[in-house]
């Protein structure tokens, strides 16, 4: 079995190989995508496993704040009794500090085995806008639309294929989900302004995510946001998964600095979902 760096040049395997263990219109599936997401080393790359010129295993490596993130991690049924997932994990540890936001049960206990550190699940936090005449669910998530100009971020991140990005007049940062009526905060610099601002282009509620230990969460509170149990939005958007929720394990290999904490920017949890068919 070949373990490498994939390459646009793979493009018709790793399609297959896509089309095989995803949803269909799941984001990888289109190569605009994925060239965004793998194809430039600096911020991505995709770690396959081949057998008989097929793709048997896949790792992806997100690449942000000198950490690679794990996702994508996909073993096809008939190889998960041989010992591919160490070799694709010691494969990404070239990329950055490894470590894993998204682990399903299956992936933690390989970390466990792999003697990583887990912390406490990360945390949500949701407002919705207070004047909204009916508040049931389907009401906070019907589309909005707004004219208001506004002004994207810079980076390799804001690139992202479907995403519209959006800094906001106190400087946060956030992905606009108008479909949805909804605004996904990656950054927060003042939280009375950013929630006003939000709701004044007309949409109707607005997330974030982050560490259990940030001291914004606090902050948010405060002012009236949310935890997943009191308000709920449903966490998978595009398609709707209604009652989703966060769940996102937190697992790195090495213990992180105590004023590390993660946001949208670090593994695929600002990744859009489905992506129109090409």
């Known amino acids: 079995m070949e373990i490498r ?17 995803y949803r269909e219109n799941h984001p990888l599936q289109h190569k605009e995508f994925w ?3 793998f194809g430039n080393p600096e911020y991505g790359n995709a770690i396959i496993a081949i ?13 942000a704040d000198g950490y690679a993130w794990h996702i994508n991690l996909f073993v096809l049924e008939e190889w998960r009794n041989v010992p591919v997932l ?22 933690v206990n390989l970390y466990r ?33 707004t004219d208001e100009k506004i002004l994207s971020p810079e980076g390799h991140f804001w690139q992202q294929p479907g995403l519209e ?3 906001f007049e106190d400087g946060s940062t956030a992905i606009l989900q108008k479909n949805v009526g909804g605004v996904r905060f990656v950054s927060i610099n003042d939280i009375k302004k950013a929630a006003a601002q939000c ?35 449903p966490w998978l958007l595009n398609p709707v998964v209604h009652h989703s ?9 090495e213990p992180i600095p105590i004023d590390f904490y993660i946001n949208r920017l670090h593994s695929d949890l600002g990744r859009i979902g489905s992506l129109p068919k090409e």
């Open 245 to 253: 929720k966060s769940n996102l394990t937190f697992l790195t290999q």
């Open 113 to 145: 085995s792999l003697k990583w550190y887990q912390y406490a699940n990360l945390e949500r936090r949701i407002c919705v806008r207070h004047d909204l005449a009916d508040a049931a669910i389907q009401n906070i998530l019907l589309p909005v639309s």
């Open 86 to 107: 160490p070799a694709l994990i010691k494969k990404a540890d070239a990329f950055g500090k490894p470590g894993n936001l998204s682990a399903n049960r299956d992936a």
């Open 165 to 167: 990005p959006a800094i």
């Open 35 to 37: 060239k965004w997401q």
């Open 199 to 233: 709701f004044d282009m007309g949409f109707h509620w607005c997330d974030y995510v982050t560490s259990f230990n940030n001291p914004i969460l606090r902050k948010l509170e405060r002012n009236h946001w949310k935890d997943e149990t009191e308000q709920q939005i």
């Open 5 to 21: 760096i994939a390459t646009l040049d793979d493009w018709e395997m790793l399609s297959v190989f896509y089309h095989k263990i």
């Open 51 to 63: 057998s008989d010129n097929k793709i048997a295993a896949h790792l992806g490596v997100s690449i």
